[in-house]
């Protein structure tokens, strides 16, 4: 006798539960032997610690009408809670996101003071930023100019980012939370030619020749733009 296929597979883990979706049934199919699972006297005692519940759909897109409906059913009457939704499909605003985090914006301009030009994803400035001018971005910035003014790259977070400028003066260099105050550090006359900036491993704002991101952050240069607002 051929068993039938499971279309929802619950696991046991330190940090709780994990729900595995069948991602080639039919939605309706799912609800069907979860709530036929749920029945089962081992998930009706509401008392007790809460246990955390992860919901891996594999390869299933959810709406958030559907994720709703899932949790209501998996939490209701029961000590569980949906602690998240896992999916290996990205929605189109997911898609659009990494896509702008991962272009190059090119842009032709003078970033004058009290001027702030915030970019998705790393930015090629053709021009200068001048003290007082700030210019920001998610990835990393590449100037072929000067940068006399501000430069934060890696603004949400990323590590990783570099700022590079054909001058390097800046008053202030920012990339994820590492910052250089140039003017404390007393170098705010000095113009480095061909210089970049990026964190060490203590996360300290360090200046070395522009050559070493040949090697240590090779880039696709793509002539897309998403400049936020």
């Known amino acids: 006798m051929t068993q039938k296929k499971q279309h929802v597979t619950i696991k046991g883990t330190k940090e709780g539960l994990i729900f595995q979706l069948d991602d080639h049934c039919s939605y309706e199919s799912l609800l069907t032997e979860l709530r036929e699972k749920l029945s089962s006297k081992h998930y009706q005692d509401s008392e ?4 955390l519940v992860k919901v891996n759909a594999g390869y299933r897109y959810l709406n958030s009408a559907e994720k709703e409906e899932l949790s209501q059913l998996i939490t209701e009457g029961r000590n569980l809670i949906v602690e998240e939704f896992e999916s290996e499909v990205l929605s189109t605003e997911e898609a659009e996101l ?10 032709t ?11 998705r994803g790393d930015v090629l400035l ?3 930023v ?3 001018g700030t210019i920001m971005a998610t990835g990393s910035i590449y ?3 000067a940068l006399r003014g501000i430069a934060h790259a890696g603004f949400q977070g990323d590590e990783s980012a570099v700022i590079a400028a054909s001058v390097m003066a800046p008053s202030q260099l920012r990339i994820a939370g590492g910052i250089r105050q140039f003017e404390a550090d007393g170098d705010e006359k000095e113009e480095e030619i061909m210089t970049s900036a990026f964190l060490d491993e203590h996360a300290r704002v360090q200046l070395g020749r522009v050559q070493q991101l040949l090697h240590t952050h090779p880039v696709d240069i793509q002539n897309e733009k998403q400049v936020i607002d």
């Not at 990494?98 to 842009?107: D, E, G, H, Y």
């Not at 301009?109 to 970019?119: C, E, H, Y």
């Open 143 to 145: 100037i072929v100019g």
């Open 48 to 51: 007790g610690r809460d246990t």
């Open 130 to 132: 001048n003290p007082g």
């Open 98 to 107: 990494l896509r702008q985090q991962a272009q190059v914006v090119t842009l």
């Open 109 to 119: 301009r003078i970033i004058r003071s009290g001027q702030v030009l915030k970019i």
């Open 126 to 128: 053709i021009g200068d």
